[in-house]
């Protein structure tokens, strides 16, 4: 069964620096998306991309925040610099279709980032 | 602001019994979703309601959603110890919203 690849799946990383999460979607999927769970908490919607641009983001996503799909496969999440408040986990998403479609849908399995 | 409350957020059970987890949201909707998830582990999609009366079921799990009461039902039969995760339900509410709001989670605990 196709997956959403992510890594790496744990990163640590020094307050203020900037990182780079990685993520492999679907490869017929059209619409990519992160989440963020902090510990114990929901999962929240970070920002949609479709098309080669960003469809819609949250108000977590602030200029802090970018996302690129530098080479047709690969959908990477950059904190330019990170914050204690930005240790979570982070989940890529992909849905074949638009938005709500009947296939759901496919979280990867997670990068979790500790920012000490 | 889309509202999806999950209740109980906590819930210790034993083998064998029954119950169920409920999400309620505050706007239209006919996108409803179930994830489960392991400690540490990604989000499972376990069933994806569709529409008013949906009903769903995969083995000891069965999903309902009724748009009307703006309430999905998540139920629980004769529970195994295998069930034990957290069970997230989230909902997409179209309008131009892309992403999924999901409620805060049910933390299931099923005891022998």
């Known amino acids: 069964e196709p997956e959403v690849t992510q890594t790496p799946s744990h990163q640590v990383t020094q307050m203020g620096q900037e990182v780079i999460l990685r993520c492999v979607p679907i490869s017929n999927h059209l619409y990519f998306y992160w989440y963020r769970q902090i510990l114990g908490q929901k999962v929240e919607f970070l920002v949609s991309?479709?098309?080669?641009?960003?469809?819609?983001k949250s108000e977590i996503f602030d200029d802090q925040f970018s996302v690129e799909r530098p080479d047709g496969s690969n959908f990477t999440l950059k904190i330019r610099s990170t914050k204690l408040e930005d240790s979570a986990m982070y989940f890529c998403?992909?849905?074949?279709?638009?938005?709500?479609?009947?296939?759901?849908?496919?979280f990867g399995s997670g990068t979790r980032l500790t920012v000490v | 602001e889309l509202k999806v409350e999950q209740n109980p957020l906590f819930l210790s059970m034993q083998e064998e019994k029954n119950y169920t987890i409920y999400c309620n949201y505050s706007?239209?909707?006919?996108?409803l979703y179930w994830y489960r998830q392991d400690p540490g582990k990604s989000l499972e999609s376990l069933f994806v309601?569709?529409?008013?009366?949906a009903v769903k079921q995969e083995g000891r799990l069965m999903a309902s959603l009724d748009t009307k009461a703006r309430l999905s039902t998540l139920h629980i039969t004769a529970a195994v110890h295998d069930l034990s995760a957290t069970y997230f339900c989230a909902i997409y509410s179209g309008g131009g919203a892309d992403g999924l709001t999901f409620g805060k989670g049910t933390h299931l605990i099923i005891q022998p």
């Open positions: 706007t239209t909707s006919d996108r």
């Open positions: 991309f479709y098309n080669n641009e960003i469809s819609e």
């Open positions: 309601l569709l529409s008013n009366g």
């Open positions: 998403a992909s849905i074949l279709g638009r938005p709500g479609a009947v296939g759901g849908y496919t």
